[in-house]
T-cell receptor
């Protein structure tokens, strides 16, 4: 079974616009991570936010975490065509179990 | 380090045959995960190991699936007998210290087709 649910399932935007995707999860976590997957490739880690953190930035990425609502959001600012990919949230529990959501497919058109 | 290495990259087999997927994690990583990805079910965690010991295999779909990690540098996922519904991309990933401070590194995956 999957731990996370992501919203939206798909997102289509133009270059320069911001992309926001959300993730909800069910159980307590140690941290929440976001990954990116290009078609036919393995997943690549983007950013990690610990359960005691509320917001984190990395370049054009901004992640928020609300443990009371068991939800997180990923914002990609000033999107580029190269950002076209699927984005997944993943939760890690205290046993080291790492589970992924269903993913959001993002298409950025020039 | 060459990263997580999976073999084979592609496997086509006939229903009923045994399939063995292989994974070499990054040296020094103490967690290893096996995932299956399909359009219908997304990315499912099948089983994970810590220091070569299976911790949680609740995601293994049936007794036809088995996984081993005989040492810190090698793991296998075996399907016997294989069925068409096992067709998917299987990923292996490894992390250090359970991911508390570092991320999971994924292999390129094995695309399995059972006909």
């Amino acid at each position: 079974s999957q731990q996370g649910e992501e919203d939206p399932q798909a997102l289509s935007i133009q270059e320069g616009e911001n992309a926001t995707m959300n993730c909800s999860y069910k159980t307590s976590i140690n941290n929440l991570q976001w990954y990116r997957q290009n078609s036919g490739r393995g997943l690549v880690h983007l950013i990690l936010i610990r359960s005691n953190e509320r917001e984190k930035h990395s370049g054009r990425l901004r992640v928020t975490l609300d443990t009371s609502k068991k939800s997180s959001s990923l914002l990609i600012t000033a999107s580029r065509a190269a950002d076209t990919a699927s984005y997944f949230c993943a939760t890690e529990d205290s046993w080291g179990k790492l589970q992924f959501g269903a993913g959001t497919q993002v298409v950025v058109t020039p | 380090d060459a990263g997580v290495i999976q073999s084979p990259r592609h496997e086509v087999t006939e229903m009923g045959q045994e399939v063995t997927l292989r994974c070499k994690p990054i040296s020094g990583h103490d967690y290893l995960f096996w995932y299956r990805q399909t359009m219908m079910r997304g990315l499912e965690l099948l089983i994970y190991f810590n220091n070569n010991v299976p911790i949680d295999d609740s995601g293994m779909p049936e007794d036809r699936f088995s996984a081993k990690m005989p040492n810190a540098s090698f793991s296998t996922l075996k399907i016997q007998p294989s069925e068409p519904r096992d067709s998917a991309v299987y990923f292996c990933a490894s992390t250090q210290t359970g991911g508390r401070t570092t991320e999971a590194f994924f292999g390129q995956g094995t695309r399995l087709t059972v006909v």
